[in-house]
């Protein structure tokens, strides 16, 4: 007997009537679709010390740390406990990125790495800091990446940091002629409620709009490094509700260890960035984002490699190449850099990550893409499309930040082109058509 269905189309209409809406609404974006290109670190520094050729100048420190450390890849390999063969191929990808482009991300910092000071002599960085910003970006010396860290906007604080922050983008605006470096970014500290990121887009939107530019031209990020942030007084998770509170701003959200361990009253001895607490905290993080396209960055690892003795660096080098490892592994592919001897650690953790697992990810996403076509082009359903964009995220990734060739890329079988569309589902409609 051929089964009849109960209800009514009217029925079934009303029921669904507003369902495309809300899907739409509430459709998941896979992480990092939404602004592109995600640095692989962030590295910070007083507002007071930056100057416009600061990235380049860290680039060469870098280098020379390398070189007295560790200055061939079995020494490197030996410091940080990665595997030799791998060590051969990670070693000269390492050199070459700390001497094309060391720093990623640099952010100028009105915060815990400049202090409190007296109000005319933060005036005074705020205007000198633009002005080398200005510089920087005249002669091509800035990173792809770079911002300026407020404080946070608690009652004591909030005037001085809205102060800091427009006597800097004015001074910048006005030596640029309205240019900004793109992207730009301004980092809300100890976010503790949504109200918080609504005063900053507020700001940020009286601004653009006196200056006559774009909306949203500047991007804004928040740093997670309060308990509130992750769970609110009122029992729910506030870090979505933060971001949009930004109004479209927000491309990434930044734990910050040593607040967030410290206000859970976690010892000195302990705060670490693989502490259970922090683990759980950037779980929360990931649920609470997932589908927004907001990038995530984990914290920094505040022991330093530096010193006269050789293993007191290598056993700091081997601490930070473990945490990027742990970051990695749990899907926080960027991470906070304090010293500029970390860099070499830095990428040798995110390139020995990705090419560790390069040849199993090649044969399987060239496979994937063989058979989603396939099925596509017979009409089959096909509905495991996250697993496929999880693998192009792999790829894409490893190729922004310089782990793996174009050469390396193409043998997946996909093409510049297919790559630059950043889309598995876009790459399948492209094959279907042309087949």
């Not at 509130?228 to 509170?245: E, W, Y």
């Not at 505040?302 to 490892?325: C, F, I, Q, S």
């Not at 996250?386 to 093409?415: D, P, V, W």
Request: net charge neutral.
């Amino acid at each position: 007997m051929k089964p009849q269905p109960t209800l009514d189309s009217e029925a079934v209409k009303s029921a669904f009537m507003s369902l495309t809406k809300q899907n739409d609404l509430h459709q998941n974006r896979y992480p990092g679709d939404a602004f592109g290109r995600q640095p692989v670190h962030t590295v910070y520094g007083g507002a007071h010390l930056f100057k416009a050729d600061s990235a380049k100048k860290l680039g060469e420190l870098s280098l020379r740390a390398l070189s007295r450390y560790a200055p061939d890849a079995v020494t490197f390999s030996r410091a940080v406990g990665m595997d030799e063969v791998l060590a051969l191929q990670v070693y000269d990808r390492v050199v070459e990125k700390l001497k094309r482009e060391a720093v990623e991300d640099f952010r100028i910092d009105f915060e815990d790495g400049y202090g409190n000071r007296p109000h005319a002599e933060e005036d005074g960085h705020a205007v000198s800091a633009a002005q080398e910003v200005a510089k920087g970006l005249a002669e091509g010396t800035l990173p792809p990446f770079i911002g300026i860290r407020i404080k946070t906007f608690s009652n004591e604080l909030a005037s001085r940091s809205a102060r800091t922050m427009d006597i800097f983008l004015t001074t910048l605006v006005r030596l640029t002629k309205g240019r900004l470096p793109d992207p730009f970014y301004v980092t809300l500290p100890k976010v503790v409620h949504p109200g918080q990121a609504a005063a900053l887009a507020k700001l940020l939107d009286a601004f653009e709009k006196k200056k006559k530019l774009k909306p949203r031209t500047i991007k804004a990020e928040l740093m997670v490094e309060t308990p509130q942030s992750i769970l609110g007084f009122d029992g729910t998770a506030p870090l979505r509700a933060m971001v949009d509170a930004l109004g479209g701003r927000c491309t990434s959200a930044h734990f910050g260890t040593y607040d967030y361990t410290a206000s859970c009253n976690i010892t000195a001895a302990h705060q670490r960035m693989d502490h259970p607490s922090c683990d759980f905290a950037k779980h929360v993080m990931q649920v609470a984002l997932a589908g927004t396209g907001v990038n995530m960055s984990d914290g920094a690892t505040n022991v330093m490699p530096v010193g006269e003795n050789v293993e007191t660096v290598r056993r700091a080098w081997k601490l930070h190449y473990d945490h990027a490892t742990h970051s990695l592994v749990n899907g926080f592919y960027q991470g906070w850099d304090l010293h500029p001897a970390q860099l070499p650690t830095r990428y040798g953790a995110v390139y020995a990550f990705f090419l560790g697992g390069l040849p199993a990810a090649t044969a399987r996403l060239k496979n994937f893409i063989e058979k989603a076509a396939q099925a596509t082009l017979v009409g089959d359903v096909f509905d495991d499309a996250a697993t496929g964009q999880g693998l192009l995220n792999y790829f894409l990734r490893a190729r922004n930040c310089g782990a793996i060739t174009e050469a390396e890329a193409s043998a997946t079988g996909l093409t510049p082109a297919e790559f630059a569309s950043r889309s598995f589902l876009t790459i399948l409609e492209g094959r279907r058509a042309k087949g």
